[in-house]
């Protein structure tokens, strides 16, 4: 398992990203200390949708002022920065990814939001926290990096109090074929977990979920795609997008994920669940 993290995090290492970002951000021409959440918006929620997915998961979830929330793989901490504005929520995010957590403090830092989100470098199959300590917790596009979805069930029910609801929103197998490499998520088959909606059900009744609701967003996430590619193609990639993240391949990586939609051997599902 450790082997497999490592690889993961490595994945997702950019070695210069708040550098990238701060470059960006010149262009846009904000300062390093002068930057608000919205100039962030094109590349902080690494997920198909992006903040309108992060507010449709944020509403079926029934958050509420003050809930305490965790937010598993994190990234540079777009959605839980979400919650603990839009909602309200004391929200902490956990990463495999050391650059992204230090990445997602200094943002945090910079935007005021330090003393409401906090955001620490852990595993989702170890979470570092006692048990009960949070009234929800999400997983936005992070369980294709995980092979074992039983223990990551239990470990999120573990850490949640009697209740909680677990958000899940992740890329998962839709229809039989092979998947095509690199994907956003993984250079090849080697740290790629995607299941299908039947085994994450499996997972949560297991750990002693329920399942509450669940919904297959492929046709929000072509849609997305459709923006995305019509954007650049009119005024080329912008300063602060979900390339920055994704490295030099990202036209590839993308190109492959809308072909494994358009081929409905993938799709982002939805899924809610609630502990027993």
Not at 10 to 27: C, D, P
Not at 54 to 81: E, F, Q, V, W
Not at 97 to 114: D, Q, S
Request: hydrophobic share 45%; with cysteine.
């Amino acid at each position: 398992m450790a082997n497999i993290e490592q690889q993961v995090a490595r994945h997702y290492t950019h070695g210069a990203l708040r550098e990238a970002i701060y470059s960006g951000l010149k262009s846009l021409g904000r300062g390093v200390d002068d930057f608000r959440d919205a100039d962030l918006a094109g590349m902080d929620e690494f997920h198909m949708g992006g903040r309108e997915a992060t507010a449709a998961l944020a509403a079926k979830l029934d958050l509420k002022p003050a809930m305490s929330l965790l937010d598993i793989g994190c990234g540079i901490g777009g959605a839980a920065r979400y919650f603990a504005q839009s909602v309200g929520c004391r929200t902490t995010g956990i990463d495999l990814t050391p650059e992204f957590v230090e990445t997602a403090r200094a943002l945090t830092a910079h935007l005021g939001l330090a003393e409401r989100v906090e955001f620490r470098v852990g595993s989702a199959l170890e979470l570092p926290f006692a048990d009960a300590s949070f009234d929800a917790a999400t997983l936005l596009h992070v369980g294709m990096n995980i092979a074992d979805k039983k223990r990551l069930a239990a470990n999120v029910h573990r850490v949640l109090k009697r209740n909680g609801q677990f958000g899940i929103f992740d890329v998962m197998r839709a229809g039989p074929g092979p998947i095509v490499y690199p994907q956003p998520w993984a250079a090849d088959e080697s740290t790629s977990f995607v299941a299908s909606a039947a085994e994450y059900k499996e997972a949560l009744g297991a750990a002693g979920f329920v399942v509450t609701s669940e919904q297959n967003q492929r046709q929000m996430a072509l849609d997305f795609f459709a923006r995305m590619r019509a954007r650049m193609a009119a005024s080329g990639p912008p300063p602060l997008g979900l390339h920055v993240l994704m490295g030099k391949d990202a036209a590839q990586k993308v190109a492959n994920v809308v072909t494994m939609l358009q081929q409905g051997i993938i799709a982002p599902i939805e899924i809610i669940a609630r502990r027993n």
